[in-house]
């Protein structure tokens, strides 16, 4: 996804309108933001400060930005006033996410389902200082692949209504997830980290795993399960790279889980090598270190992704601009999200993606124009009904895709 255009930005501000949001982000959550932001601040022209809001909020650190001006100090009242507002509002959704985790968690404790939750509750609950640093949107709670069709049954006994009428995209892309409205808020029932198939048969990753290494934490009073320290960083790293690391606040969630979480990086190294996405998490863990000085020693990252790959991406990521107006994604988070185990498989990857093109235009075409149970005909609903089937199938043979693409 695409850096949202920022109003009013020019490129000839990018490099202050850049250090200044890096070094701002950078300093959240730690004891002493330190003499540079104040510098910044103090060096900046009056257009640069004015655009920092838009500029946060394209990269969802609003709170982040405004929790260190307002120790800082010499932004003007707008500024923070336009900060505080997003920070009170994530708060805010937090508060809600949390009421509908309640309503949840019954649910599927009634049911005898094991859950987790993961991303933005966790993050929000005990990563960052407070709630409203953290913007994010949906509740992602995670079940056994063998306990999901269940999972689902029992949602949709409960009342939470499932979006989905046509069940033939989530047949083609094996979905690792189902949405559900719940008061607003979508709460996205997963079996799998890695929402596409198509996405997953490069990699080894077994949810039972994350399941036998789980960590209870507190999220708004309630005692969770959520992913153990290296997981986390695991996880956030793997979708950090699949989306390019665009957004800056996925470097910090890397950032902060590690200085607060102090996992075992060669564990994580371990295990980023046995689900064949060491390179992806390696490119992740580098670019946080590069905008935000994550503290993770050279030889992690050289282990995971080798030394050669991150300075073309470092280099490449260089001519990115925080700003872009581009529709199409900046350079650098093009090629973050190229990286595969190796030259080789990124070129099967590229031959299979250009192969799988068509059929996805194909999906996103029914996607588009919707699926109305109401006025189709009696052979499409028995299609539509064999393709629920066929999905809940994929789901529980989810073994075989261990095994597929394994060379």
């Known amino acids: 996804m695409a850096i949202p255009r920022v109003p009013g930005f020019r490129r000839g501000a990018a490099t202050s309108s850049k250090e200044l949001l890096f070094a701002t982000t950078a300093a959240a959550c730690h004891p002493e933001p330190g003499t540079r932001v104040s510098q910044l601040v103090e060096r900046a022209a009056d257009s640069v400060i004015r ?123 094996r979905a690792g997830a189902i949405a559900f409205d719940v008061g607003g808020i979508s709460v996205d029932l997963h079996w799998h980290v890695v929402y596409k198939y198509q996405d997953r048969r490069w990699h080894h990753i077994d949810p039972e795993q994350l399941f036998a290494r789980r960590r209870t934490i507190e999220v708004g009073g309630r005692v969770c399960s959520t992913f153990d320290d290296v997981d986390t960083v695991f996880h956030l790293a793997l979708h950090a790279a699949r989306e390019g690391c665009e957004h800056l606040v996925w470097l910090k969630d890397i950032e902060l889980a590690i200085a607060t979480g102090q996992p075992d990086l060669d564990e994580l190294v371990r295990r980023s090598r046995e689900a064949r996405c060491a390179p992806a998490i390696g490119i992740a863990l580098a670019r946080s270190k590069w905008a935000l000085g994550t503290d993770v020693p050279d030889d992690i990252v050289a282990a995971l992704v080798g030394r050669v790959w991150p300075r073309i991406v470092r280099a490449v990521a260089s001519f990115d601009d925080v700003g872009s107006t581009r529709r199409r994604s900046s350079p650098g988070a093009w090629i973050t999200r190229q990286t595969r185990m190796s030259l080789p498989r990124t070129a099967i990857w590229a031959a299979r993606r250009v192969s799988d093109h068509h059929a996805e235009r194909r999906v996103d075409r029914v996607l588009r124009h919707g699926f109305d149970p109401h006025t189709c005909t009696p052979a499409e609903l028995a299609r539509n009904e064999a393709d629920r089937v066929t999905f809940f199938a994929f789901v529980r043979d989810w073994r075989s895709e261990l095994t597929t693409n394994s060379g």
């Open 51 to 173: 655009d920092l809001p838009a500029l946060a909020a394209a990269h969802r650190v609003d709170g982040c930005v405004h929790a260190v001006l307002e120790q800082t100090g010499g932004a003007a009242a707008e500024v923070l006033q336009r900060l505080a507002a997003a920070r009170r509002q994530a708060a805010t959704h937090h508060l809600l996410v949390r009421d509908v985790l309640a309503r949840v968690a019954p649910v599927l404790d009634g049911a005898g389902i094991p859950w987790l939750v993961f991303k933005g509750p966790v993050l929000s609950s005990s990563v960052y200082c407070d709630p409203g640093m953290r913007r994010y949107s949906d509740l992602d709670v995670l079940v056994p692949p063998e306990r999901f069709a269940d999972a689902v049954a029992a949602m949709e006994r409960a009342g939470f209504e499932n979006p989905i009428t046509s069940w033939a995209p989530q047949a083609y892309f």
